[in-house]
């Protein structure tokens, strides 16, 4: 067995860009750092800032990533109206689904030793509501009690159908989980635990030997925070990381011809997502919106810049999730779109502005800016860090934006249910009747009923140009084949406890 020697990848990335600057990968590494000391390295897209998953950061990426390794949620979802038994071993709702009942799976412990007990699941669940951050706004109306240690009811004002999808994203914590010096070193009772954090840079963790569903294989796991994309990439051929995902397109095929590495892509729920502030007085009226999207070479751009993993789409949401419903693609129309833009009295002199937080979406919007000046229409893209463009798209302070946007659970009601109500102030938009079919969507039990109604709001959202939805996402993976029994996630978020690792 040959034994890796290991440098800090944050170590690693500062020396390459002394090297490279900006430039595309050239380092090439030490040739012997091949597996074997049985230590899994990952580096994601997205760095860990934080392991508390109920408050502001509940549902950022590195959060939710970290908290499958950490903690126990009550479900998870394997598909489309699909769901695997976690902490719970059974769960049902009412008739109407306005009260969910699940039952704890027995002999459950955290790494301290003490059992998980449905009073825990409830104090967790109101930690949730009293947070009030992102992951709170699943779950308004809600209220939850445990009756005995093993029973956890949740108890909603309204019927809700898709209370399984929203719940895939709650984790529970010990009831004394409160306070940065908590989620420093958390207690959970997932696969593994917490040996080391500093936030944005590291996050080490070691087997938990007491989980329920048996130890994981693997000595060490470390979540490494390399944002600089050709020293992630350099770290993934070179050995001192042995998972990625979500690389570039243009190195995919260059990571193909690798032969120490696996390369595949899955389908994901995500979409690049374009909203368009109708409370702009410019994007006020559906017919201008749907100008500039006509306006747009979408096919051309995907087919330049995401040959491996993007394709035109034909909806709000994935084919992987309840509720995809195909419609009619907007053709491609210059003159059409300039014409229709001055029918509609849009002022050529002003700037939009076009808001955007991931480098990998830098081209993708200097792309659609050199479309629009085409016809006319001024953009003014706006580069931001994450939490400032976070804080800016919930206060309304753009025109356009680009974000990949999931359907949490594989569930349109976490997508379409969540973000296109009047009350949900994230677009500009407000349709009364819109609202009334997605609370219809979100109330019946009937799956076939479910899909209809989500159908007819995907083509309200659709003909009214909430936004532009030019692209269907497929997630990219590479790992070293020292890594067995690894399983691609569609949703970006991979786990690691049956993973192993062996000589290359």
């Known amino acids: ?46 760095p860990i800032e934080n392991l508390d998953p109920h408050g502001a950061a509940s549902m950022d990426g590195g959060t939710q990533l970290a908290a499958r390794a950490i903690y126990s949620p009550l479900v998870t979802a394997s598909g489309p109206g699909k769901f695997k038994g976690d902490l719970a071993a059974k769960w049902a709702p009412n008739e109407d689904a306005t009260r969910w009942t699940f039952t704890l799976r027995s002999g459950v412990e955290y790494t301290d030793g003490t059992p998980v007990t449905a009073q825990e699941v409830a104090a967790s669940f109101e930690r949730v509501l009293a947070a009030k951050g992102p992951l709170a706004g699943n779950f308004g109306g809600y209220s939850v009690e445990a009756p005995d240690k093993k029973t956890v009811v949740f108890t909603s004002k309204t019927p809700d159908a898709a ?126 919106r749907r100008a500039l999207w006509q306006g747009v070479d979408f096919k051309s751009i995907i087919k330049s810049l995401y040959p491996e ?15 995809y419903a195909k419609q009619q693609p907007v053709k491609y129309d210059k003159a059409a779109a300039k014409a229709a833009l001055k029918k509609g009295g849009f002022d050529f002199s002003k700037k939009i502005r076009f808001q955007f937080s991931q480098p990998n979406f830098r081209q993708f919007v200097e792309a659609v800016a050199s479309d629009l000046s085409e016809i006319g229409v001024k953009v003014e893209p706006l580069e931001k860090e ?32 969540r973000l296109y109500p009047c009350a949900a102030k994230r677009t500009g938009y407000c349709n009364k009747n819109l609202d009334k079919v997605l609370a219809e969507a979100g109330s019946t039990t009937d799956i076939d009923e479910r899909k209809d109604l989500y159908a007819q709001a995907t083509k309200t959202i659709w003909t009214d140009a909430v936004g532009m939805y030019p692209m269907f996402v497929e997630q990219p993976y590479a790992w070293r084949k020292s890594v067995k029994g690894f399983e691609l996630s569609p949703d970006g978020m991979p786990t690691f406890e049956k993973v192993k690792v062996s000589d290359e």
Request: net charge negative.
């Open 386 to 417: 994450q939490a400032v463009f976070l804080d800016d798209l919930l206060a309304m302070k753009w025109d356009m934006n680009i974000q990949q946007i999931g359907s949490q659970g594989f569930d349109a009601a976490t997508n379409l249910g």
């Open 309 to 323: 993993t993007g394709s035109p789409a034909d909806s709000v949401v994935s084919p992987a999730v309840l509720g």
């Open 1 to 46: 067995m040959r034994i890796r020697s290991r440098r800090p990848l944050t170590a690693v990335a500062a020396s390459l860009a002394v090297l490279m600057g900006t430039a595309a990968c050239s380092w090439s590494g030490s040739s012997d750092a091949a597996a074997g000391d049985g230590t899994l390295t990952v580096a994601g897209p997205l």
């Open 163 to 288: 209370f399984l999808g929203k719940i895939t994203s709650f984790f529970v914590t010990p009831k004394a989980a409160k306070g940065k010096g908590f989620f420093q070193k958390p207690v959970g009772s997932g696969p593994f635990q917490v040996t080391s954090f500093e936030p944005g840079q590291s996050l080490k963790l070691k087997p938990n030997s007491g989980y329920w569903n048996g130890k994981p294989d693997v000595s060490e796991l470390e979540f490494q925070s390399v944002p600089e994309v050709s020293a992630r990439m350099t770290a993934i051929r070179t050995g001192e990381v042995d998972v990625t995902w979500s690389m570039p397109d243009d190195q995919i095929a260059q990571l193909k011809s690798d032969t120490n590495l696996n390369v595949d892509t899955i389908p994901s729920p995500g979409v690049n997502t374009m909203w368009m502030n109708s409370s702009t007085p410019a994007l006020e009226d559906a017919a201008v």
